[in-house]
């Protein structure tokens, strides 16, 4: 049972460069989304997808791009890393629709941004 | 639009007293709550749901929450704390029907348990 795995779970990156966050489940969810983790705020949501081919923005989109090609697989790209992005990323996952679902959470992956 | 405020970032309690969290929603429409659990170096897991059937929610682990209408309050409780109850707890609620498809997390609430 892996349920949902997120690579890396650690990542340092210099300001400018430009990685990807790998998502996984294996729970045939339609749902997936990305959240950052930063103290005293919470959870906030990056962007989601209700299935394959669709995606859409959270709250806080802005320097990040996703895709959906299979229902497996939601990776997210950080296209020019900025100091402001070192937070703890969760990929999550759940069978539609979100209201009255349970969420599955990865362990998350660790970013910092020099 | 929905929201949640969590009230206290941080709770400290002796192990075998009890624990109270709590949790306020605002919400057009009826609202879903659900708590969640984060363990130190995890990712979050839920430990119970209100979905409208009966108001005291019991979860995993002893804990239970009680969705109060008139006080718009979802607090989480435990009688008697556990050492292994140390983490962090997210309040959340969900979106209204026909809405799209976001959970909306507090700003959780760590808890400390002394021995």
């Known amino acids: 049972n892996a349920g949902v795995t997120q690579t890396p779970k650690f990542q340092v990156l210099k300001t400018g460069q430009s990685m990807t966050l790998q998502c996984a489940q294996d729970?045939?969810?339609?749902?997936m989304s990305w959240y950052r983790q930063d103290p005293g705020m919470g959870l906030r949501l990056i962007h989601y997808?209700?299935?394959?081919?669709?995606?859409d923005q959270g709250e806080v989109p802005n320097g990040y791009n996703v895709s959906r090609s299979t229902t497996e697989d939601f990776p997210l790209r950080l296209l020019s890393a900025a100091p402001s992005q070192t937070s703890v990323y969760f990929c999550?996952?759940?069978?539609?629709?979100?209201?009255?679902?349970?969420?599955?959470f990865g362990e998350g992956s660790r970013l910092t941004v020099l | 639009a929905q929201s949640v405020t969590q009230l206290g970032s941080h709770v400290s309690v002796s192990e075998g007293a009890l624990v109270l969290l709590r949790c306020n929603y605002s919400s057009s429409v009826p609202p879903y709550l659900f708590w969640y659990v984060q363990y130190p170096n995890q990712g979050l897991q839920l430990l119970l749901k209100?979905?409208?059937?009966?108001?005291l929610v019991k979860g995993i682990n002893g804990f239970e929450a009680e969705f109060k209408k008139s006080e718009t309050s979802f607090h989480l409780t435990k009688p008697s704390a556990h050492m292994s109850d140390a983490a962090e707890y997210f309040c959340a609620v969900s979106p209204p029907p026909g809405n799209t498809d976001k959970l909306i997390f507090g700003t959780g609430t760590r808890l400390q348990v002394f021995p």
């Open positions: 209100y979905t409208s059937a009966a108001t």
């Open positions: 997808s209700v299935g394959a081919g669709i995606t």
């Open positions: 729970m045939n969810h339609e749902y």
């Open positions: 999550a996952s759940q069978l539609a629709p979100v209201r009255t679902g349970e969420l599955f």
